[in-house]
């Protein structure tokens, strides 16, 4: 399937390449649709519960439009600055909440649980408990880089200008907690 751009006639077409003419040419589904799962897999990696995730992930989208105008490339790329507006919601959510915890044991259950039946739904809520004990041992900013890379599927390079440190930092601090966490487990494969 192509995708066309429709030109708008009331704006320049040197302004219609980028997020800003999706809103002038009534693209806003695009933005949504592109990079709502990957957002709400980001916020419920740092939340607990699916619908506290499913209303901030709808609090980011509200940001994301209203900022849209404010937002320039030359700054940072356009999913770099999603996924800070997304953190600094999340940020928000836990400054008015003051407690610190960032990961969703009922989204991890979620994943997790395939099948129905007694028997292996006992074996992943073992599983999903010692996944969760194994997440509390990481720090904040240890949690918070779990989650970009494997909640939003972002690269190195894009957790690196979020976050404000080197590509080569994120990297190391991946490694560094999935070998903590796979240390606590014993072998991750099993989950």
């Not at 940001?63 to 940020?91: C, D, H, M, Q």
């Not at 880089?145 to 990297?171: F, H, M, P, V, W």
């Amino acid at each position: 399937m192509q995708e066309h751009m429709v030109v708008h006639p009331f704006i320049p077409q040197e302004t219609q390449d980028g997020p800003a003419a999706w809103i002038a040419t009534g693209g806003t589904a695009a933005i949504f649709e592109k990079y709502y799962k990957r957002i709400f897999n980001y916020v419920a990696y740092r939340v607990p519960g699916i619908h506290t995730a499913e209303d901030l992930t709808s609090a980011v989208f509200e940001k994301i439009l209203n900022k849209l105008g404010t937002y320039s490339e030359a700054k940072a790329p356009f999913e770099v600055w999603l996924f800070a507006i997304a953190r600094n919601v999340v940020n928000d959510y836990y400054r008015q909440q003051k407690r610190k915890q960032f990961f969703s044991l009922e989204m991890v259950k979620e994943l997790v649980s395939s099948k129905r039946d007694p028997e292996n739904l006992m074996l992943r809520e073992e599983q999903n408990d010692q996944l969760m004990r194994a997440l509390r041992q990481l720090d904040a900013r240890e949690r918070n880089i779990i989650a970009l890379k494997y909640g939003a599927n972002l690269r190195n390079t894009d957790i690196a200008q979020i976050t404000g440190q080197s590509e080569s930092n994120i990297g190391v601090i991946c490694y560094r907690a999935m070998k903590k966490l796979k240390s606590e487990l014993g072998r991750v494969d099993e989950l």
